[in-house]
C-alpha cells in the first residue's frame, strides 16, 4: 500500500500499525514509529525507523521471522507482506537449477545450525550472490549471525518503508 507522508500521518492507528508492521513484524518498534507521528518527511520517518531498529533485540528478530519465507521458497498468499516478499525475491524465478538446489540445501542447514529462518535483504541481489552470503553465514557463531540477520531485517524494513511512502504526489 503506497501512500504519502501525510496519508501516513493522517492515518488511524490500527491502518498505520498494520502498514508498518509489513516493513517488519517487531511490534514495540511498530507502535513507536506510529506513536511518534506527525513526520515532517518520509527521510523523517525513515530516520527514526532506522534509528529505533538499532534496538532491536534477538526477541525481535525472531519475532519477524515468523513472517518471513525461506529465500527460494515459492511465496504464497496475497497480503502486503507476502507481495512485498515476492517482489524482492523476484531474482530467484531466474535462478539456476544447481543454485536453487543449494541455497534449499544452505536454508536447511542454516535452520538446524540458528534454529530460525535465513534472512538477507533479498533485493538488488543475484541468486549467487545469497547463495555466497548463506554459505559464509553458516561459519558464523550464534551471537555474530544474530546481528547479522538483524541488520538484514532493517534494510528489509527501511527499502519496504521506502517503497511505501512518499513525500508527496502520487505514491510509489
Known sequence: MAVTIDEFNG????????LVSV???VPVWADALVAARPYSSADALAEAAGALAA?????DLDAALAHHPRIGARVTGENAEATASRSEQAAM???AADVTAKIAAGNAAYEERFGRVFLIRAAGRSPEEMLVALERRLGNDDEVEAAEATAQ??????????TDVTDEGVPS
Open 55 to 59: 534496538g532491536w533485540s534477538r526477541d
Open 93 to 95: 524465478r531466474d535462478a
Open 153 to 162: 531485517l532493517a534494510e528489509i524494513a527501511l527499502l519496504r518503508l521506502r
Open 23 to 25: 516493513w517488519a513484524a
Open 11 to 18: 492515518m488511524d492507528a490500527a491502518a498505520a500499525r498494520a
